[in-house]
């Protein structure tokens, strides 16, 4: 390298100005255009190198070491050394183009490369049907990822080899909320259960789970039903409880069929009574239509009658019996 400097005479004042350091001409690294500029004789992607730098998926100027034959980054390849549409360097080796990548420019008109190293829409870009979409799934006229993950919550106690748990209702809020219940059940050693409670597990959009008991210590393992869904960020839920008012409802307890109201982070609401004269419940339903309205439906086993109500927001709440079948 050679420092170069001005020295600049002005009205009888001195001054030094230092240019910025540069390759001398012919040194690894210094701009190039013909091997003969070279002192090695080495012009290679532009610039003077170390070595001839033939190799597939190498490149001797890369930004920090230039002049120097090296690999280049992963999902990169400015020589287009691959060759095929949407192939690219990894560790040396050509291999498929990362999925929503395009470091060929191998696609046109804003597509990227897709899993089968064909061009097309990126996430959200418009659609007509799935193979348009260089990821996911052609929905509702555009490109949606879709994708599994784990989001198991941690149980509320410690699990035995006398403790039974089952999944009985998931839901997910528009903005990416969960709340799963799970039935746990603890029997006594003999085939019976003494203790059987239904929890409701919520995860939030950060990825935090919290737990509330909403049916604690009912008695044996069957005579519960419960379904959860959203009504925008809040979770409603709803139980039966095989107890009823006819049969003497437990201290303290709601009887039947009764909902509450789960907002993140929070205990849950006072029960709203839905049915206290439900018996004999083996499964209960909820959904959402699009205007935010709430329908429960539940078969009461007694009556054989399935029921479907209205959850109408009233003074305090109420859920009215509107329609039956």
């Known amino acids: 390298m050679r420092r170069l400097a001005t020295l600049l005479l002005i009205a009888g004042c001195t001054r030094n100005f230092e240019l910025p350091s540069q390759a001398q001409p012919g040194s690894l690294g210094a701009s190039c255009s013909n091997n003969g500029q070279c002192a090695g004789g080495h012009c290679v992607d532009g610039v003077c190198c170390d070595t001839a730098c033939a190799a597939t998926c190498s490149f001797c100027a890369i930004p920090g070491s230039r002049g120097t034959c090296g690999s280049v980054p992963d999902n990169q390849d400015p020589r287009r050394s691959c060759g095929a549409p949407c192939t690219s360097c990894f560790h040396g080796l050509c291999a498929p183009a990362i999925a929503g990548s395009d470091p060929t420019l191998s696609c046109t008109g804003g597509a990227v490369c897709g899993t089968n190293q064909i061009c097309g829409q990126p996430e959200g870009g418009a659609c007509a049907a799935d193979a348009d979409c260089a990821l996911g799934t052609c929905i509702a006229g555009g490109c949606r990822s879709t994708f599994a993950e784990e989001v198991s919550g941690n149980p509320l106690i410690t699990p035995t080899s006398t403790t039974s748990r089952r999944p009985v209702s998931i839901a997910g809020s528009y903005r990416g909320d969960i709340t799963a ?145």
């Not at 959904?287 to 539940?298: H, M, P, Q, W």
Request: net charge negative.
């Open 181 to 325: 219940l799970v039935d746990e059940s603890t029997s006594d050693g003999n085939g019976g259960y003494f203790e059987a409670d239904l929890y409701a597990m919520t995860r939030d959009v950060t990825g935090l789970w919290t737990g509330v008991d909403l049916m604690t210590d009912r008695l044996g393992e069957g005579g519960m039903a419960a379904a959860v869904e959203y009504l925008g960020t809040t979770a409603f839920v709803a139980l039966y409880n095989h107890e009823s008012a006819a049969n003497g409802c437990p201290a303290g307890a709601a009887c039947g069929i009764y909902g509450v109201l789960i907002a993140p982070h929070s205990p849950p609401s006072s029960p709203e009574i839905i049915s206290d004269t439900a018996t004999d419940v083996f499964a209960i339903r909820l959904a959402v239509d699009s205007k935010g309205a709430l329908y429960l439906a539940y078969l009461d086993s007694t009556d054989q009658v399935i029921h479907v109500l209205l959850r109408t927001v009233g003074t305090g709440g109420t859920i009215s019996d509107g329609l039956r079948s």
